[in-house]
């Protein structure tokens, strides 16, 4: 290693983040909307299609809380669904980040697309300072001083399975985002309300934004293009059928 390796080793990841702040320039006012309110707000819900910026806007926001000081971890949650445990775990002797690597894909795809390297991403997850698990791994763990990304909370297949995630966060010294679309389901299995026809995730967005400490946002534009809008309608077309 040297010598300007070996300084960077020695500096605090947080003092040389930088992050690409370009993305307020063309939010639309749902997305400043939802920024705020993760600022602001304990508690945030967004409720919102692929391609809306949902998960990109939420990293965004808790790297500035790291970059503040405002917080001391950026976790990011992902639900397991159907899909990856049928294709199961990669073999050999990666870490947990690698073997899960496309769990996490959409919290990577984010730091690229906010101007952090991976070399600072390594640094961050090295000095504890980000932290990707899966809802299987919440379970015992107590959370405290960190902005957490709860994400495709959709797949939830059971009131509790969201009660392990949202009971390990303290109130006093943390925020929490969790994102999903309500119009999708990875998982063949899961509870759902008969009378209001709500899945797990959104019989919490309902029950938490009761509080004046929580909020529930939702984005409309899908920035992906026209072929990934059509796609989304296609519930319309089943209907015609």
Known sequence: MGKRQQQQACTDPLSMLKIETNLYSV????????????RATPVTFCDAKSGTGKTTIAVMVGLEGLSKNECQKLIYVRYVDDRFLKEGFL????????????????????????GISEY??????????????????????????AFVIIDEAQNAREIEDMLLCITRVHTSNCR???????????NKKHWRSKRLD????????????????????TLINDYR????????????????I
């Open 120 to 145: 600072q991403y390594i640094q961050l997850r090295n000095n504890g300072h980000i932290e990707l698990i899966t809802d299987r791994a919440m379970r015992g763990t107590n959370i405290e001083d």
């Open 27 to 38: 939010m639309d006012e749902h997305q400043r909307a939802y920024a705020k309110s993760m």
């Open 91 to 114: 073999p050999g002797n990666a870490t947990p980040e690698e073997k899960e690597r496309g769990l996490y894909q959409p919290f990577l795809d984010s730091l690229t697309e906010l």
């Open 176 to 186: 929490v985002v969790i994102i999903g679309h309500s119009g999708q389901q990875d």
């Open 225 to 240: 293009g026209e072929i990934s809008r059509h796609a989304d309608e296609i519930w319309t077309s089943l209907e015609e």
């Open 198 to 217: 709500y899945n797990v995730f959104q019989a919490f967005a309902y029950h938490m934004s009761k509080k004046p400490w929580a909020v529930t946002c």
